[in-house]
């Protein structure tokens, strides 16, 4: 799917080593310390990426795409499933890598992007979730800005450097989108 600059589509093989090198060589890279940090992901080694975890989780994957920006891999999109093999209960996620891109209003475009596509292509489903932290008011913003509610908030149960901060659900329903 694409929009002017801006275009969200599957990974091609030939593109996993850019992935990687964009999203996993710096442990350190700003992103990490927005994407749920309380979790302590370890990212995976270039050899784990480009082997195993880039072709098995990546390659034709319907619920992980890229983001491209004037035909350069800047991030990318998730779509998961909360309740497992039930598949009733879809949240979905984005990361725009590219520090020097945010405040642009790219991940505002591509996550709406995603979403249509998600509902108009992969699901049959009512609802696309979101699910974000209180210290992540990037991503609250950007979850009111595209026309999400704020469906829910489970206080102070995630905890990173010290402090507690609240889960925070957002969600839309296909009639409402459409």
């Known amino acids: 799917m694409q929009q002017n ?3 969200i589509r599957p990974l091609h093989t ?6 990687w ?53 800047v991030g990318a999109l998730f779509a998961y499933y909360d309740d497992g093999s039930l598949k009733r209960w879809l949240d979905v996620g984005i990361t725009v890598y590219r520090t020097d891109l945010w405040g642009q209003h790219i991940g505002q475009r591509a996550l709406k992007l995603w979403i249509t596509h998600l509902f108009d292509e992969v699901i049959d489903l009512p609802h696309i979730g979101l699910t974000t932290w ?37 969600g839309i329903l296909r009639s409402e989108w459409f």
Do not use: C
């Open 5 to 7: 600059n801006l275009e």
């Open 134 to 170: 209180s210290g992540n008011l990037r991503m609250i913003n950007l979850s009111k800005k595209i026309g999400l509610h704020l469906e829910g908030k489970i206080r102070q149960v995630r905890y990173w450097q010290g402090k507690y901060y609240d889960s925070v659900k957002h």
């Open 21 to 73: 090198q964009l999203a996993f060589s710096d442990s350190h890279a700003e992103w990490t310390k927005w994407n749920g940090p309380y979790f302590h992901d370890v990212l995976p080694t270039k050899q784990a990426f480009l082997t195993t975890i880039g072709p098995k989780e990546w390659l034709s994957n319907k619920y992980r795409w890229i983001i491209t920006f004037n035909d350069e891999l």
């Open 14 to 19: 030939s593109e996993l080593e850019a992935l």
